[in-house]
């Protein structure tokens, strides 16, 4: 039985042979299904071969009836051509075209070649040749000749030139467009309208459409050039072949003029008719819209027969030639009324459109309101709102890069805190100074600022003493004092030890310093799954365990939002993960989950603090104050931001770590407070809307092998 089930299958994988099925009939079930799926398999294979065969043809003579074959293929594949240049509906969807225009133009001069070497030779070149050059011209080898010399006119002045020039002119738009489109992609991307996807796909269509109409220039002339060399043919086919019938055959010289002709004339028909169905196509594939809307049947529907009026004025056109005397009534008559119908038929169809919109209308018309009405109620994530003034520094058309510097901005944002920040729509509001900005989180204002256009904003890092010439200013971002300085003075004040920004740069940076200070604001349970999701394709077994019931996805937001509020970036998300995994088990607590993650992430935070040498310089807290924080703690149920302390207490801490900021700055260090892990969080909540600059880290945090260098301490009066 094995055996048995081993021959069924071998049967039905090779395709079954000759033989009986089971009720004693023959059939005969051919392999044909198995050898298309074998050719399917290997196109490549067979792309090869037809090449070769091409060239085969150019040398080795060919039968007649195989010579009738390859003339008869090369007739159905310009067919087949042409119906697929009618239904496209873009021109990228037949990218194959120049190539394959180029091995049609080469198979139909091999044809050529053979054809020459049978008549020449023969006298005979199979019986598509004899047919067309009987039936088709009636056998009269002059009208053959006229009707052959019309159709290369045809191809060659009217079609292959035009088509030849728009390929040229669609080339070199499309080149010169690319710019433009490729900005304007930037900027969609920029505004959110679309995502990064999107935008990589428009930008690889905007290539391939460059490519396709560059080679479509380039095999246009390929079809100009066969056009020629046909015309050439034939002239030495009628020349050598009557000199060939009068010397070597012995033919009379009307028999010779006339059997050659023919001949020839067939011979060039047969082969210029698909050669002009083949132009007619490639005009027709460089003329296709690039819109991408619809086939060509349904655009001329549309656009030729979509406006009755028009068919209309045509019926009554024809219908008044008719009726003029000497010309023929029934033609123009019977076009009359097949006008006038088709334009009733236009009326018709369009009155039904318009009643069934109305009856749409009066069915539902809250729904359709409803609908209009959410479009107000969506609020974007990020907005940066500008005056009519800075409208140049976001309009590339007039130069303006800041879309650019937005795309940038996010990627360094993903670098540095490991999130990613939604698209920022920029819009013009009129009711702004025109040099004024403001930046929006969720509707809500959460910056603003102003420049000036055509200055350069100076900022002095505290050791310059040169004055220069401008508008005193502060710097947006740091809050810094900086100076509003002409062009002109650009040189001489990097030379005095200004950093000097361009406008653009200023804006730049200044939302970026408010997109890491409200990067906690930014992160909610949507961006959090994104990037949960984004986790579990490359990290499995963590999906596993990360189930809602066990570590709601609300948790890790906060978790999330408590690191970035503290200026930790999450990028490292498996160790995050990992670690809540861990302990959650132990605690549903946001705070000391919290702590336990950044002891998690300890190498992640002191690299962030350390120097050049690798020291993390720190204010140090007094043990009377350390212990009274932690006596507010034990005493109270519910800790606030001032942990019960009295209000001398609190002035007194303000006092004395301004007094360590101020010591910190001078030299050169980030003010940063290092404590026990008992009262690092409730610190930090304690001093941050004041001293929202300073961090504070504790000791179990920090890796042992970290140095760490008090510059100052704070001590609090009791």
């Not at 738009?173 to 996807?197: R, S, V, W």
């Not at 940063?672 to 179990?700: D, E, G, K, Q, W």
Request: aromatic share 6%; hydrophobic share 45%; proline share 4%.
């Amino acid at each position: 039985m094995a055996a048995a089930a081993r021959r069924n299958t071998q049967a039905l994988e090779g395709g079954l042979t000759n033989g009986k099925n089971g009720n004693g009939n023959n059939f005969a079930s051919p392999k044909t299904p198995g050898i298309l799926k074998l050719l399917s398999n290997n196109t490549d294979v067979l792309v090869a071969i037809g090449a070769i065969a091409i060239i085969t043809v150019l040398v080795l003579p060919l039968p007649t009836f195989l010579l009738d074959m390859l003339l008869t293929l090369n007739i159905t594949l310009s067919v087949i051509v042409l119906m697929v240049s009618i239904y496209l509906l873009h021109p990228l969807e037949f990218s194959v075209f120049p190539g394959l225009l180029l091995i049609l133009t080469l198979f139909r001069l091999s044809l050529n070649v053979a054809s020459t070497r049978l008549i020449l030779g023969e006298a005979f070149a199979g019986d598509v040749i004899q047919a067309f050059g009987n039936f088709v011209v009636s056998g009269n080898y002059v009208v053959g000749f006229v009707i052959f010399i019309i159709l290369v006119i045809i191809q060659f002045i009217v079609i292959v030139k035009g088509s030849g020039r728009i390929s040229e002119v669609a080339a070199r738009f499309t080149l010169d467009a690319m710019p433009g489109k490729q900005m304007a992609i930037d900027a969609d991307l920029n505004a959110g309208m679309i995502d990064e996807i999107t935008a990589r796909n428009r930008r690889q269509q905007i290539m391939k459409e460059a490519d396709f109409y560059g080679a479509m220039d380039g095999a246009s002339k390929f079809v100009k050039g066969d056009a020629i060399a046909g015309l050439i043919i034939n002239v030495v086919n009628i020349i050598g072949g009557f000199i060939i019938g009068m010397v070597q055959k012995g033919f009379g010289f009307q028999e010779a003029l006339e059997k050659y002709t023919l001949l020839t004339i067939g011979d060039g028909l047969v082969t210029q008719i698909p050669a002009l169905v083949v132009a007619t196509a490639a005009g027709i594939v460089v003329t296709r819209s690039s819109s991408g809307g619809s086939t060509l049947d349904v655009e001329l529907k549309q656009q030729l027969f979509g406006n009755p009026k028009v068919l209309y004025v045509a019926s009554a056109t024809l219908f008044f030639f008719a009726i003029i005397p000497g010309l023929p009534t029934i033609p123009f008559l019977l076009l009359s009324v097949i006008s006038g119908g088709i334009g009733f038929f236009v009326t018709s169809e369009k009155v039904a459109k318009a009643e069934a919109k109305e009856r749409e209308k009066l069915i539902a018309p809250e729904i359709v309101q409803e609908d209009r009405l959410e479009e107000y109620l969506q609020v974007d994530p990020l907005e940066l709102e500008v005056g009519y003034g800075l409208i140049s520094i976001v309009d590339e058309s007039q130069g303006g890069d800041l879309f650019k510097r937005i795309g940038v901005l996010r990627k360094q944002i993903a670098i540095d805190l490991g999130i990613i920040i939604p698209a920022i729509r920029v819009r013009d509001n009129l009711q702004l100074e025109p040099n004024e900005y403001i930046f929006k989180l969720r509707g809500n204002i959460i910056g603003r600022g102003a420049l000036r256009l055509g200055r350069l904003l100076a900022m002095s890092p505290g050791t310059v003493e040169e004055k220069i010439e401008g508008v005193d200013t502060t710097d947006p971002a740091f809050g810094l004092p900086a100076l509003w300085i002409s062009e002109r003075d650009r040189e001489r004040a990097e030379m005095a030890g200004y950093t000097v920004v361009e406008p653009s740069a200023v804006l730049t940076t200044h939302i970026h310093e408010i997109l890491k200070q409200n990067a906690h604001r930014i992160i909610g349970r949507q961006e959090t799954r994104k990037l949960i999701e984004n986790l579990k394709k490359d990290y499995p077994a963590i999906a596993e365990e990360l189930t809602p019931e066990f570590l709601p996805q609300g948790i890790i937001q906060k978790v999330l939002q408590n690191l970035l509020k503290e200026g930790v970036p999450v990028r490292d998300l498996v160790t995050i993960l990992e670690s809540l995994i861990d302990y959650a088990k132990v605690t549903k607590n946001i705070d000391v989950l919290t702590e336990y993650v950044r002891h998690s992430l300890s190498d992640t935070i002191s690299r962030l603090y350390q120097d050049e040498r690798g020291i993390i310089h720190g204010i140090a807290v007094g043990s009377k104050f350390e212990q009274s924080i932690i006596s507010a703690i034990q005493s109270q149920k519910e800790v606030g931001p001032s942990l019960g302390l009295s209000p001398s207490i609190i002035r007194s801490l303000q006092a004395s770590l301004s007094k360590s900021i101020d010591i910190a700055i001078t030299g050169g260090f980030l003010p940063i407070i290092i404590c026990s892990a008992t009262i690092r969080p409730y610190l930090f909540r304690m001093i941050h809307s004041t001293f929202s600059n300073v961090s504070v880290l504790s000791f179990t945090e920090l890796p042992a092998e970290v140095e760490i260098e008090f510059i100052s301490k704070i001590e609090v009066e009791q």
